[in-house]
């Protein structure tokens, strides 16, 4: 008799469909959170690379408004990393000569008559940003150390000033 009375409770639970959603909700909730948190971390990285990206192009600008007199480029390394909010040892500043389309050890040097000349003026910002999330858990789950805590955005610019 128990036996009949237990095969009836398990066929009537077998047919109970009440509750399925909130079980589907809890199977796939985890996922949902995962792209979610995935999203406002790119969302993050995207917007201060186009910061980086910006401050690049507003220091070049500026090159291009106050003219280099020489090789020195303090004064736009200075400027790059208070435009990038950043240290001056990640900022990297060059202006080169290029004469028909060859980069020139000489910024102040001179091409031939017959070679076209354009000096150049390259800045390039770089600024570690820390990750919000703690992606290492997950990537220890499967066994692999796919990214640091700390990603690099570069941005750079590069603008003929003559």
């Known amino acids: 008799m128990r036996l009949a009375g237990l095969l009836h409770v398990l066929r009537t639970l077998r047919k109970d469909r009440r509750g399925a959603s909130v079980i589907e909700l809890g199977l796939v909730l985890p996922v949902l959170l995962l792209v979610l948190v995935g999203m406002?971390?790119?969302s993050r990285f995207v917007v201060a690379r186009i910061d980086v990206e910006q401050a690049a192009q507003r220091t070049t600008d500026f090159a291009l408004a106050k003219r280099p007199q020489s090789p020195d480029t303090s004064y736009i390394v200075a400027e790059a990393a208070r435009a990038g909010n950043v240290d001056?040892?990640?900022v990297d500043a060059q202006l080169f000569l290029e004469c028909d389309g060859v980069r020139q050890d000489n910024f102040d040097?001179?091409?031939g008559a017959?070679?076209?000349s354009a000096?150049?003026?390259y800045v390039s910002i770089k600024r570690p940003m820390q990750m919000q999330f703690d992606w290492s858990v997950?990537?220890?789950?499967?066994g692999?150390?796919?990214m640091s805590s700390t990603i690099t955005l570069e941005g750079d610019s590069l603008e003929r000033i003559q």
Do not use: K
């Not at 997950?138 to 499967?142: I, K, P």
């Open 138 to 142: 997950l990537t220890n789950m499967f």
């Open 40 to 42: 406002v971390e790119v």
């Open 144 to 146: 692999s150390e796919v």
């Open 88 to 90: 001056a040892s990640l």
């Open 114 to 116: 017959t070679e076209e």
């Open 119 to 121: 000096r150049y003026v």
């Open 109 to 111: 040097g001179y091409c």
